[in-house]
């Protein structure tokens, strides 16, 4: 290696540790990096999204930059990322959202907490939720820890919730709690539930249905999920009859 593919290397590595502090972040590479903020030193988070009634509702986009430039404005950096997961079988369970760090950023000032921030965009663009995740704490008001089961040590342990547009905790099995990001980025439950496809919750519902539980584990994953999915598809029901 000679010294200008040795400075390159450096450049290269500064970069990456200060993008989510330098600017939003806006593409979905920069996903690798937030998980590692989130899960490694427990940065608080939300995920939420500006879409309603699926992609094709006109004014969808206008309404997916304008939350983009609220953040920005507002001093949070950002990653675009798709909700949900596809499943060849079941068909797509997408919804283009945005995962906000709370983390400083030195050329904007933040106008408020990323949680307040995030429950008036909710409330804004009539979103019904949004998740939001900080490090859990113990009864005497510590952060709570676990361990790392691959590279030893400790993690921080993260709270990750969905919360309605006026801030409450949704108490339904489709809304949380997760353990991980990860984990809340890929449930298609309450992905589904965001953009309202009913036809999606109830092939879940009958995905679910069928399963065949071979051990207890298993047979407490099919009730939650029983129970997740037909919550949902009543919270979509009340909110159609409202």
């Not at 972040?25 to 427990?42: M, P, T, Y």
């Not at 113990?138 to 921080?156: E, I, N, R, Y």
Request: aromatic share 8%.
């Amino acid at each position: 290696m000679d010294l200008n593919e040795l400075r390159k290397l450096i450049a290269e590595t500064v970069k990456e540790r200060q993008v989510l502090l330098a600017q939003p972040v806006l593409n979905e590479g920069s996903f690798s990096r937030a998980k590692s903020h989130i899960e490694d030193k427990g940065t608080p988070f939300v995920m939420i999204s500006a879409y309603r009634g699926g992609k094709g509702t006109p004014g969808n986009r206008q309404r997916h930059k304008e939350m983009k430039s609220a953040f920005k404005t507002a001093g949070f950096p950002f990653v675009e990322m798709i909700g949900g997961y596809s499943e060849d079988e079941f068909g797509d369970v997408t919804e283009p959202s945005l995962l906000v760090l709370d983390q400083v950023r030195p050329d904007v000032a933040k106008e408020a907490p990323l949680f307040d921030v995030a429950q008036a965009l909710a409330k804004r663009y009539e979103q019904d939720s949004f998740i939001y995740g900080a490090p859990a704490q113990t009864s005497d008001g510590q952060v709570a820890s676990k361990q790392d089961p691959l590279f030893g040590g400790v993690k921080p342990m993260m709270d990750i919730r969905a919360y309605d547009s006026s801030g409450q905790v949704i108490n339904a099995p489709w809304a949380g709690p997760w353990t991980s990001l990860t984990t809340a980025k890929e449930d298609d439950i309450y992905w589904s539930v965001v953009g309202g496809k009913k036809g999606k919750l109830a092939e879940s519902l009958n995905k679910y249905k069928k399963m065949i539980p071979l051990k207890r584990q298993d047979a407490m994953i099919k009730d939650h999920y029983l129970k997740s999915a037909r919550g949902a598809l009543e919270f979509l029901e009340t909110k159609r009859k409202a």
